[in-house]
């Protein structure tokens, strides 16, 4: 075991220069389990993540153009339930075996055609509505961020859509807002309608995203646009630069001139070149001025109870912020927005340019960036694929995202087809290459396991709540990032491990600790084995594990599927599999004997590093 390869704590970590692949180095090959005894499950999930280190990387060795439609790799079928299972866990938030046999009949691209062409089913904000949470009553769900926990877990939980989910999920880690940081009415609205907009804009136009992040009104609270004022020469007061630098640094052009295969460009000094200046950040701000919250046609309040305090109702955090306050504001003001010229990026915006004018040049020039596609490509790349993609594959998904082949830019849709299908990522050797691979969040495994074993909610509620404490909880929690920089930062390298020896990154690994260690397992001992489900409601239902759980080695394999994509090792398979036996069972024996096995087989392939590493 090669438990000195894993530094478990938090500190010491470098931040890679962005788009640096280093993929020269050849990293060892994980030695693997040989116990053949029982295991406890806290042993077992240390263990295996001090494999993780070592198969957490990427980078395979693929070039070439992006294969078209039709091509050999996008018009061929999954050879084994495992490959199978392999790309839908990466495309989707689970996998069963309907979606297995379905996919390798119909082949990757038909299979995935038909999951973005399917129609998007409840959203965020009609399900707080149908469960009553956008109405003022002595529960006060308008002054509280639980209801917004209960949307997001019954998002990913339930319903199908599971890819369009699973690609909102990630672009919320790229345009990041967070319900921790969100302090007013219908904050839990707010988060729902910012949900409901990448979910609705993730096979869209990336420059319609990105307006429509700009404007909504959860973001503009999160990074100040909401209520950001022109300058004033008699005070001093300038616009504020917040939502100005983040859109640069994150949501767009990143801090570094970038080459079409996201490595960064060497100036003359042989140093990376920086995309924008301060006085870019400065002039830019003037642009974002002069929006605020739209209250028209909900400018009459509600009473809380029998007090006097009256609030909004929910309608204006689910428009887009406005320049124009003079339907609603009484007496009308005057504008906000900043009538002086802005130039940034070797953009210029006349002065007395009008603030839809000015968002328009903006959020063009944004868009057109040439860094744009591999700084997204990148990011969308690790977020679902692997952490460290050669550099032809980040080409390949920027040159779709530059031109998706009748001339359009910014496809959402041929972008993350184009990063699912491409022949890197479908390549056989994947499967065993040690470079290769991501490790699987958090709250990932979490709606994986509820999704797979048919969790179910008492209440109606999905009261699973803020699971972001990494002592006693999963240390993540779907749209509650710490901040705008995501959970983990895409150049993240954990220090004194096989990945920083060798040179690959592990953003994920920033998650990774000692506390988090043991708070993961423990979590998911209770979730998974607790009579009464995850806080005494949210439930697995393993109907189809209990009919095959007298026969241990049935039963490991078909979890190591579904959860693992087959991808357990022989010597981890016989390590789980005496422990399954161990809690002896027949077919006669009651379902409570039978769902100690269930319980041991999910728990066991849950901290099994084949499992926290996806391939």
């Not at 359009?408 to 890197?424: M, P, T």
């Amino acid at each position: 075991m090669v438990l000195e390869t894993l530094a478990l704590q938090d500190s010491g970590a470098v931040e890679a220069e962005p788009g640096d692949m280093r993929q020269n180095v050849e990293p060892p090959t994980a030695k693997q389990s040989s116990r053949s005894g029982p295991v406890s499950p806290s042993n077992l999930a240390v263990a295996a993540l001090a494999l993780t280190t070592a198969a957490c990387g990427g980078g395979g060795t693929s070039s070439g153009t992006p294969p078209g439609p039709g091509s050999t790799a996008q018009a061929r079928k999954p050879q084994s339930d495992a490959e199978a299972a392999q790309f839908i866990l990466r495309a989707s938030l689970s996998v069963s075996t309907a979606e297995i046999a379905n996919i390798k009949s119909v082949g990757f691209e038909p299979w995935l055609d038909a999951q973005i062409g399917a129609q998007i089913g409840q959203t965020g904000i009609a399900w707080l509505a149908s469960r009553g949470f956008d109405q003022v009553t002595a529960a006060n769900y308008f002054d509280n961020e639980y209801p917004g926990d209960y949307m997001i877990w019954n998002q990913l939980m339930t319903g199908s859509n599971g890819v369009r989910k699973r690609i909102a999920l990630a672009l919320s880690e790229y345009f990041v807002v967070s319900l921790t940081g969100l302090n007013f009415a219908w904050r839990s609205q707010a988060i729902a309608h910012y949900w409901d907009q990448l979910n609705a804009r993730a096979f869209g136009n990336f420059r319609e995203l990105l307006e429509d992040i700009t404007l909504n009104p959860a973001m503009g609270y999160f990074l100040n646009t909401q209520g950001n004022r022109k300058e004033d020469t008699r005070t001093g007061r300038q616009p504020d630069e917040n939502y100005a630098r983040e859109v640069m640094q994150l949501f767009t052009i990143g801090l570094y001139q970038l080459n079409g295969d996201g490595t960064p460009k060497a100036g003359a000094n042989g140093q990376p070149t920086e995309t924008y200046t301060n006085d870019d950040v400065t002039n830019l701000a003037r642009v974002f001025t002069g929006y605020d919250w739209d209250f028209t046609g909900n400018v009459d309040t509600l009473a809380v109870g029998s007090t006097t305090r009256k609030i909004p109702g929910t309608g204006y955090v689910t428009k887009a912020m406005t320049s124009d306050f003079t339907k609603w504001r009484s007496p009308p003001s005057s504008s906000q927005h900043s009538a002086l010229a802005a130039t940034f990026l070797g953009t210029s915006v006349p002065a007395n340019t009008d603030a839809t004018a000015a968002l328009k040049i903006a959020l063009d020039a944004l868009f057109n960036h040439s860094n744009v596609g591999p700084f997204f490509a990148r990011q969308m790349i690790q977020r679902l694929v692997t952490s460290n993609p050669s550099a032809a594959y980040v080409t390949r998904v920027a040159n779709v995202f530059n031109n998706n082949g009748t001339g359009q830019r910014g496809d959402l849709r041929a972008v993350f087809k184009a990063i699912l299908l491409d022949d890197e990522a479908l390549a056989p050797a994947t499967r065993t290459d040690p470079r290769f691979g991501k490790i699987r969040e958090p709250m990932v495994r979490l709606v994986q396991w509820g999704r797979t074993f048919g969790a179910l909610s008492t209440s109606g509620n999905w009261n699973i709540g803020n699971v972001s404490d990494s002592a006693s909880r999963l240390g993540q929690s779907p749209l509650r990032s710490p901040s705008v920089f995501n959970f983990f930062r895409p150049g993240y390298v954990p220090s004194n491990t096989m990945a920083s020896a060798n040179g690959l990154v592990a953003p994920e690994f920033q998650l990774v600790n000692e506390t988090s260690t043991s708070g993961y397992v423990n979590y998911m001992t209770t979730a998974i084995g607790s009579a009464n489900g995850i806080n005494n409601d949210v439930k697995a239902q393993y109907s189809a594990e209990l009919a095959i759980a007298p026969d241990a080695a049935a039963l490991v394999d078909h979890v190591s599927l579904l959860m693992a994509a087959a991808q357990l090792s022989d010597s981890t398979k016989a390590v789980i599999r005496q422990a399954v036996e161990d809690v002896v069972v027949t077919a006669s024996s009651p379902d409570s004997e039978k769902l100690r096995r269930v319980y041991l087989a999910v728990l066991l392939v849950m901290a099994s590093a084949e499992y926290l590493v996806q391939k």
